[in-house]
């Protein structure tokens, strides 16, 4: 009897892992001490004098994603934890709420943490989140692509104070070398398909090949060993990773390979010439596709073992061959069979982006299509845009599939400030109790970080907590901890800007890119929704608080400044395309000059802060380097990124930056010339002609510069706020003058 039982039991079990829902499975397998350790290592990196004042004890029993906060009879604060990430995340919250002190990408805000006995705490905290996710394939590009293991070790501290717990592993190109090289491609053809460090998320998801190589096998191998290293530390806090899973983008050269296997040409990406666009596209549904894809998937797990979750983005920003419901349904389920065939436990990660992208293709036949062919519970989606673009109702709740809800928030990491904190504060709670909701966490997918950090640290909380948050007070709150001072100067100056920048409700998505920003032309409107007074009036607060020595401050106000400058720049442009159509040339001259002024004025105050420098992204891009030639590429690499991005200025100032010496040399030799051609097309009497100018500026500027190697500062000048606010003022005063 009791022996039947087991074999029952056993059966069960087997019958669950090969049938659904392997997402419920989902789970860590680092052990309790191990996640302890490492939480504890955490504290003991933030706050290494105050680290015994802490004890983190890791309780696989307790409820899942709870933390438990209270002080010890000798006065220690004891975090009781259900993981690592749990631990860290309640240990952040008593470092913000309690202890008034604020960590952010930018920078730590810790003065505030007493010498002396910290303040009594009990409380229990459950996460209304079963994942706290954090993302995009394209923040590999735009953020990380020249990171070492120190920024890492300090971002994956962040991640775990965050609550975050999912994430991606997105680096295969050694992976990919080998298992092309046993296949029986040539080296040169491999590195054909293998694009430059820049530009790898957009080559892995078959939008372009090539461009910015050779992939050098030192960086492939460094980056290979990196993630290595980047997998285990967060393994050890109790995160789980997704591995790269194999969407069917190869080389254009596999064709010699398996001549009959059947292949579908990729549509060109954003005008990418033929040398450096559309590989092939292997249909999921071909024996050599999944003969391919697990050489590739038992590589990927013997070198980084398994969280049992892959991601897999066929179709981002890429059409499929047909737009039939069968063919779209057997091209998700064959790719789910390719997962499931290396990892039976395997859930599939989608980016849900080219529902929002391509939504005219995707209607909802597709999509269920495309949805339902893998079984319930093993495919997780990001609805990726969740505050403008969300695809939940749409869908159903995905036709049943998992999804977490995600705030994308900015294209191609440019500075401008923007948000929407008030639909991030509201609408995930009703996604969560949308009829039939199958949510399952919330996430950030920023595809560029380090801007807008007010955003985020917003989203991931609300991700945690279960109810709406009263928005002013956690502003306020906000700039409380961050500056380490309860100044009513800092917290009005945060109120005006939650009224303001922070208060987009449209359903456009933004980019950031203000005038100053872009390449010129006669036709540029200001991307501006709000009133733009209230920047100034928070700028003025800022610059006038009482905030005692803090660099977070100083990060803040030449930040504010900047967006004040960038508003100030938009009037000035509209004022100089009123006079060039009134033909009036003094005007325009002197117009021009005050653009010029204010670009110069404002390099300077950007040169105030290293986070605000061209020249210490370009020394990232270089320090990666082994010799004199793989400096130069990677150097090319940065710099096209952020500027023409392709060859022949393909998507043009689509991860602009506005830092010191993009500011003051490329964008002020932009306006320079355009000023320039204005003048003259008025005292020749010709028209102006926008594709001449455009083809101008693009071999006088925008190219020049991407193969310059000329050196920009990568140490600040000191911050000087008296400088500032002379600076601040004089522009104001020109701001009054032209209303
Ligand atoms: C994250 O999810 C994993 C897997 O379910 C779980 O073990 C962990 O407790 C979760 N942690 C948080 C902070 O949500
Ligand atoms: C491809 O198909 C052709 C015609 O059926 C056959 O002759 C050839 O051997 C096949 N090639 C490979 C590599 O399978
Ligand atoms: C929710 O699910 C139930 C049971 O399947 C179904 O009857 C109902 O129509 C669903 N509601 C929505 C809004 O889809
Ligand atoms: C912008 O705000 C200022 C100050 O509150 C106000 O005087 C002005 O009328 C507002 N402008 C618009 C267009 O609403
Ligand atoms: C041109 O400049 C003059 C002097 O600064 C000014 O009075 C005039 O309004 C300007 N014209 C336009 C159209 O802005």
């Known amino acids: 009897m009791i022996v039947w039982k087991k074999c029952f039991l056993v059966f069960l079990f087997a019958f669950q892992v090969h049938s659904e829902n392997n997402f419920r499975n989902l789970k860590t397998k680092t052990s309790p001490e191990v996640q302890q350790k490492a939480a504890q290592d955490v504290i003991e990196r933030l706050i290494p004098n105050f680290a015994d004042r802490v004890v983190i004890k890791v309780d696989p029993e307790a409820k899942l994603n709870t933390f438990t906060l209270s002080k010890t009879a000798n006065s220690k604060l004891r975090v009781i934890a259900s993981d690592g990430v749990s631990a860290c995340k309640g240990f952040h919250y008593y470092l913000k709420y309690y202890l008034k002190a604020h960590i952010s990408w930018d920078g730590n805000q810790l003065n505030t943490i007493p010498g002396g006995d910290w303040p009594a705490v009990s409380l229990t905290s459950t996460s209304d989140s079963r994942f706290i996710y954090y993302q995009n394939v394209c923040t590999w590009g735009y953020s990380f692509t020249w990171w070492q293991w120190k920024d890492w070790r300090r971002h994956i501290d962040w991640m775990a104070l965050m609550g975050i717990n999912l994430s991606l592993a997105p680096i295969q190109e050694e992976i990919w070398f080998k298992?092309?090289?046993?296949?029986?491609?040539?080296?040169?053809?491999?590195?054909?398909?293998?694009?430059?460090?820049?530009?790898?998320?957009?080559?892995?998801?078959?939008?372009?090949?090539?461009?910015?190589?050779?992939?050098?096998?030192?960086?492939?191998?460094?980056?290979?060993?990196?993630?290595?290293?980047?997998?285990?530390?967060?393994?050890?806090?109790?995160?789980?990773?997704?591995?790269?899973?194999?969407?069917?983008?190869?080389?254009?050269?596999?064709?010699?390979?398996?001549?009959?296997?059947?292949?579908?040409?990729?549509?060109?990406?954003?005008?990418?010439?033929?040398?450096?666009?559309?590989?092939?596209?292997?249909?999921?549904?071909?024996?050599?596709?999944?003969?391919?894809?697990?050489?590739?998937?038992?590589?990927?797990?013997?070198?980084?073992?398994?969280?049992?979750?892959?991601?897999?983005?066929?179709?981002?920003?890429?059409?499929?061959?047909?737009?039939?419901?069968?063919?779209?349904?057997?091209?998700?389920?064959?790719?789910?069979?390719?997962?499931?065939?290396?990892?039976?436990?395997?859930?599939?990660?989608?980016?849900?982006?080219?529902?929002?992208?391509?939504?005219?293709?995707?209607?909802?036949?597709?999509?269920?299509?495309?949805?339902?062919?893998?079984?319930?519970?093993?495919?997780?989606?990001?609805?990726?845009?969740?505050?403008?673009?969300?695809?939940?109702?749409?869908t159903k709740s995905y036709y049943g599939q998992p999804f977490i809800w995600c705030m994308l928030h900015n294209f191609g990491g440019t500075l401008g400030m923007h948000g929407s904190a008030h639909i991030v504060n509201t609408r995930i709670q009703l996604a969560r109790d949308m009829e039939n909701s199958t949510m399952v966490g919330v996430g950030i997918t920023p595809e560029g970080i380090n801007q807008n950090y007010a955003m985020y640290e917003l989203a991931l909380e609300r991700g945690w907590h279960d109810s709406d948050f009263d928005l002013k007070l956690w502003f306020q709150m906000y700039a409380t901890a961050r500056y380490g001072v309860d100044d009513s100067d800092c917290t009005t100056s945060w109120l005006l800007l939650l009224r303001s920048v922070y208060n987009y409700r449209g359903l456009e998505s933004l980019h950031g890119k203000y005038i100053l920003a872009r390449r010129p032309s006669i036709k540029l409107t200001s991307p501006t929704w709000y009133n733009t007074t209230d920047v100034k009036t928070a700028l003025q607060y800022l610059i006038n608080a009482k905030v005692p020595q803090n660099s977070l401050y100083a990060h803040d106000v030449i930040d504010l400044t900047r967006q004040y400058f960038q508003n100030l720049f938009d009037k000035i442009y509209k004022e100089l395309i009123l006079n060039f159509n009134n033909k009036d040339i003094n005007n325009v001259t002197e117009i021009s000059n005050v653009m010029l002024e204010l670009l110069t004025d404002l390099d300077e105050i950007l040169r105030m802060n290293e986070k605000f420098l061209l020249g210490k992204f370009l020394l990232s891009a270089k320090l990666l380097a082994s010799n004199p030639l793989e400096e130069e590429l990677y150097e090319f690499n940065a710099r096209n990124q952020i500027t023409t991005w392709g060859p022949n200025g393909e998507i043009v100032d689509y991860a602009t930056k506005q830092w010191a010496g993009m500011v003051g040399d490329y964008f002020h030799s932009r306006w320079a010339l355009f000023g320039k051609v204005l003048k003259d097309a008025l005292s020749s009497k010709k028209r102006y002609n926008e594709n001449q100018f455009r083809r101008k500026v693009f071999n006088e500027v925008e190219n020049p510069f991407t193969i310059n190697r000329k050196v920009y500062t990568s140490r600040a000048d000191k911050f000087s706020l008296k400088r500032i606010r002379g600076l601040v003022e004089k522009w104001k005063q020109f701001d009054d003058t032209i209303g």
């Open 179 to 394: 298992v092309y090289k046993d296949l029986g491609l040539t080296e040169d053809e491999i590195l054909d398909h293998l694009s430059g460090p820049a530009f790898l998320p957009w080559q892995r998801m078959g939008n372009l090949r090539g461009w910015g190589g050779p992939l050098t096998s030192t960086y492939r191998k460094n980056q290979f060993s990196l993630q290595t290293q980047i997998i285990k530390a967060q393994r050890d806090l109790g995160m789980l990773v997704a591995l790269p899973g194999m969407a069917g983008h190869v080389p254009v050269s596999l064709p010699r390979i398996f001549p009959n296997a059947s292949y579908n040409p990729l549509t060109k990406w954003n005008r990418f010439s033929d040398r450096y666009c559309c590989p092939q596209f292997l249909d999921s549904s071909d024996d050599v596709f999944q003969k391919v894809s697990s050489q590739f998937l038992r590589e990927v797990i013997e070198s980084y073992g398994t969280d049992h979750i892959y991601f897999v983005d066929p179709y981002n920003e890429v059409s499929p061959a047909r737009s039939d419901k069968e063919y779209i349904s057997i091209v998700s389920g064959k790719i789910y069979d390719s997962l499931a065939n290396a990892d039976p436990k395997a859930v599939w990660l989608l980016q849900g982006w080219f529902f929002v992208n391509a939504g005219a293709f995707w209607n909802s036949e597709l999509k269920k299509a495309f949805l339902t062919a893998v079984p319930t519970g093993n495919l997780l989606v990001l609805d990726l845009h969740s505050e403008l673009a969300p695809q939940y109702e749409n």
